[in-house]
């Protein structure tokens, strides 16, 4: 789905008469590969180049050397520019500065309005996201009415009504709160388990990456470390020299783990967790 092959890329300040003033090698060497239907997610501290990588996915920044491919096109291959930015859509921060419409059907409708689609397969695209986000009771409301989490959902429809193959998170749920972030996360799920489409998610929020299938650390524009959460989550040292954590429940069992219990090396959930506490205190009898 998304490929990048020895990506570099550097911002350049300059003067006002135009010398460089100084460069930042923001993405450093990266090879990355994403397979369709993958949930992925990228997780490394501020300044470790995540949203950098993430504009080169959907052609929003190209290349300073290497190459990326989304679903084959080369993203510096202007005749694509258009067919990208729909198959890869892309979710910021802030949900208020995604949200256009007055009333949520109609921002979600856009996207597709734009693309030419017909009047009547947009009303059935605005449902079938509406419902895919688990927001469709709130379609006529006023998105200013609505809570963080809940206008994130509604700028998470807005791109699958454009019925992207894959979506591109960064960091969709820091300015929201525990609910809100949850619900988020949810959705992003069951858009990859049910309808099948590609996740990248990019976040510094340790307890969403656990149902990745893969993720990848950054640092310093490098990927530092790649493997499942449970592969990611046994390293809790070199997670620390990157100046990340683990899930709070990983590193209660880790502790738990050193001063004697007979636990996994890694416990990803509090389910897993009081599993295994249950499967010690029967083996013991009690
Ligand atoms: N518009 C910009 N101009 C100059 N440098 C930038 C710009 N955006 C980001 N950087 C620098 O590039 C590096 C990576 O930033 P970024 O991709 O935003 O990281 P992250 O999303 O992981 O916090 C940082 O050193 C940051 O200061
Ligand atoms: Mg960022």
């Known amino acids: 789905m998304i490929r990048t092959e020895n990506l570099v890329f550097e911002y350049i300040r300059r003067d006002e008469e135009g010398n460089v003033e100084g460069i930042t090698r923001a993405i450093d060497e990266v090879d990355l590969d994403v397979k369709p239907g993958q949930f992925i997610a990228i997780l490394g501290h501020n300044g470790s180049g995540k949203s950098t990588l993430a504009k080169h996915f959907n052609a929003l920044l190209y290349p300073t050397e290497g190459e990326v491919y989304v679903d084959g096109m080369n993203t510096e291959d202007d005749d694509h520019l258009w067919d990208i930015r729909q198959e890869a859509g892309m979710i ?32 059935e695209r605005v449902e079938e996201s509406l419902k895919a986000v688990n927001m469709l009771s709130f379609r006529k409301s006023s998105p200013n009415h609505l809570s963080g989490g809940q206008k994130q959902r509604v700028s998470i429809a807005g791109v699958i009504a454009m019925h992207p193959k894959c979506i591109i998170m960064d960091e969709p749920t820091a300015m929201l709160d525990p609910n809100g972030r949850k619900d988020v996360i949810r959705a992003a799920r069951a858009l990859n388990s049910v309808e099948g489409i590609t996740v990248i998610l990019i976040t510094h929020y340790m307890e969403e990456v656990i149902y990745a299938d893969k993720v990848f650390v950054m640092d310093k524009g490098h990927i530092e470390m790649q493997g499942t959460p449970r592969e990611i989550f046994a390293q809790v040292d070199r997670l620390k020299e990157l100046k990340l954590g683990v899930p709070q429940v990983t590193l209660l069992a880790h502790e738990l783990k050193k001063s004697g219990l007979d636990l996994p090396e890694v416990v990803l959930s509090r389910e897993e967790l009081v599993q295994e506490l249950i499967r010690l205190r029967d083996r013991n009898g009690k």
């Open 92 to 123: 910021f921060q802030n949900p208020d500065n995604q949200i256009i419409g007055q009333v949520v059907e109609e921002d979600v409708g856009f996207g597709p309005e734009n693309m030419g689609v017909p009047t009547e397969e947009i009303w």
